[in-house]
C-alpha cells in the first residue's frame, strides 16, 4: 500500500467563518455532521433478477462543490442557512505537513513496502522496477528513479554467502588434495557445504520460516565449521584403506569409529546458540532465526559425514593414495604431493622431537611460558591502548 510522501492528498474542503458561525449560533461540529450526513451511499434494499439477488444503493453523494454550498444548515425565519452563508467548499487539497527533496529538486517520495507470507524482497523489487519503466500518461517533465532500495542488503548478504562458501570449498579443495593426493576424496567433502545448506533451508520452509538476511548470516557463520565433520569421516576412512581393507569395509569402520566424537564435535558448537532462547521481543525475533540455520546446518553436515562420505568413498574411491604418489615418476600434481608429504613428515619428526624435550623439561617450558607472558604485559602500553582502563583505545 504505498502512501505518497511531499506531495498534496486532493481532497474537498469546507472552509468557514468563526465569526459568521458565532453569529449564527452554529458550532464547527453542525457544518461537519450536516456535510456528512447529506453526503453518503445508504442501502435501499435488492432486487430479485433471475436466480441473482442485487443489492440497490443510493448515492446521495453531491459531485461538485456548488452542491455542498446549498446545503442547509438550519431554518430561520422564512428562509434557509447555507453552508455558503458561514463558508465555502473549495475542490482543494489537504494540509501539507511534509515536503521532500533530492537532490535539491522537488519531489514526491512513494514508498513502497512489502507484505506479510513469505514474499520475495528480490521479486517485489524487481517488480516495481519493471512497473516504473512501463508507466503510461505521465508528464514528460516527470523523472522517475529509485532512491532506496532495500533489495541491495539482501543481494549483498546472499553475495556474502556465495563468496563464503566458495571460498571455504575452494580452500578445503586444496587441502584434501595436498594433503591425500586424492581428486575424488576432494569431491566428497565439497558435497558437504550445499547438501547441508539445503537441508537446512528444507527445514526452515518445513517450519514456516523464510530465507532472510538473518538466517544467510547464520550460514555464511557456519559454513567453516560445515566441513570439518566430513573431513575427519574421511580421514579415517582413508587410515583403513590404508591398513588394506577394502573400500566398503573402510566405509562402514572408518564412518562408525568418528560418529560419537562428531556428534559431541557438533553439539559443542550448537550449544553456543543455546541461550537464545532466554531471548525476548525483538532480538528474539531476529536471533533465533540466526542460530536455527547456524543449528540446522551443523547437524545436517553431521548427517551428510555419516551417510553421504562413506557412500561415496566406498563406491568411487578404490586406493587411498594415488599409486604413482609413492612411486618415481607421475605428472606435477603427483610429484608435488610426494614433495609435500616428505615435507610433512620431516615436520611431524622435528615436532616429536621438541615435544620429547618440552617433557623432559617441565620446569623451563613453564617458566619459559611465563616469560613470555610477562613480557607482552610489559608490551601493552606501548600497543595505543589506556593501560588504565584496558577497553578504550587512544584514538577513541
Given at each position: 500500500m504505498p502512501q505518497p510522501f511531499g506531495g498534496k492528498y486532493r481532497q474537498i474542503q469546507v472552509y468557514v467563518d468563526p465569526v459568521k458561525l458565532q453569529a449564527n449560533q452554529l458550532s464547527l461540529m453542525d457544518v461537519v455532521r450536516t456535510v456528512n450526513d447529506s453526503n453518503a451511499i445508504l442501502p435501499s434494499g435488492d432486487v430479485r433478477i433471475g436466480p441473482k439477488d442485487f443489492n440497490i444503493y443510493t448515492n446521495a453523494q453531491m459531485p461538485t462543490t456548488e452542491e455542498i454550498n446549498r446545503l442547509p444548515?438550519?431554518?430561520?425565519?422564512?428562509?434557509q442557512l447555507l453552508v455558503s452563508d458561514v463558508g465555502q467548499a473549495k475542490d482543494a487539497a489537504a494540509i501539507q505537513t511534509n515536503i521532500v527533496r533530492v537532490d535539491g529538486q522537488h519531489s514526491v517520495y512513494l514508498?513502497?513496502?512489502?507484505?506479510?507470507?513469505?514474499?520475495?524482497?528480490?521479486?517485489?523489487?524487481?517488480?516495481?522496477r519493471v512497473a516504473i519503466g512501463r508507466l503510461l500518461d505521465v508528464p514528460k517533465t516527470l523523472v522517475t528513479k529509485v532512491v532506496f532500495d532495500q533489495s541491495v542488503f539482501v543481494k549483498t548478504a546472499i553475495a556474502n554467502l556465495g563468496s563464503e562458501g566458495g571460498i571455504g570449498l575452494i580452500l578445503t579443495a586444496l587441502m584434501i588434495l595436498v594433503f591425500l593426493g586424492?581428486?575424488?576424496?576432494?569431491?566428497?567433502?565439497?558435497?558437504?557445504?550445499?547438501l547441508s545448506a539445503l537441508a537446512a533451508f528444507l527445514a526452515l520452509n518445513i517450519g514456516g520460516g523464510s530465507i532472510n538476511s538473518m538466517v544467510l548470516g547464520g550460514l555464511a557463520l557456519a559454513f567453516s565449521r560445515l566441513i570439518d565433520n566430513s573431513v575427519v569421516v574421511l580421514e579415517n576412512i582413508f587410515r583403513h584403506l590404508e591398513m588394506g581393507k577394502s573400500p566398503e569395509q573402510a566405509a562402514e569402520e572408518g564412518g562408525r569409529e568418528?560418529?560419537?566424537?562428531?556428534?559431541?564435535?557438533?553439539?559443542?558448537?550448537?550449544?553456543v546458540f543455546f541461550p537464545v532462547v532466554f531471548l525476548y521481543g525483538v532480538s528474539?525475533?531476529?536471533?533465533?532465526?540466526?542460530?536455527?540455520?547456524?543449528?540446522?546446518?551443523l547437524f545436517a553436515s553431521y548427517v551428510v559425514a555419516l551417510t553421504v562420505v562413506p557412500l561415496f568413498c566406498a563406491k568411487f574411491i578404490r586406493n587411498a593414495h594415488n599409486e604413482a604418489a609413492h612411486h618415481l615418476g607421475g605428472d606435477p600434481f603427483q610429484r608435488f604431493v610426494r614433495w609435500f608429504n616428505r615435507g610433512y613428515d620431516r615436520g611431524l619428526m622435528r615436532y616429536d622431537v621438541l615435544v620429547r624435550r618440552s617433557l623432559l623439561r617441565p620446569a623451563s617450558v613453564v617458566l619459559g611460558v611465563l616469560g613470555a607472558f610477562l613480557l607482552s604485559l610489559g608490551l601493552y602500553p606501548f600497543m595505543g591502548w589506556h593501560s588504565s582502563l584496558g577497553l578504550i583505545p587512544d584514538s577513541l
Open positions: 444548515l438550519k431554518s430561520v425565519k422564512n428562509g514508498p513502497i513496502l512489502k507484505q506479510g507470507g513469505g514474499g520475495s524482497t528480490i521479486a517485489v523489487v524487481n517488480g516495481v586424492n581428486i575424488r576424496a576432494t569431491v566428497a567433502v565439497m558435497l558437504s557445504i550445499p568418528v560418529a560419537l566424537p562428531v556428534l559431541a564435535a557438533t553439539f559443542t558448537t550448537a550449544i528474539r525475533f531476529l536471533f533465533v532465526a540466526l542460530a536455527l540455520s547456524v543449528v540446522l546446518s
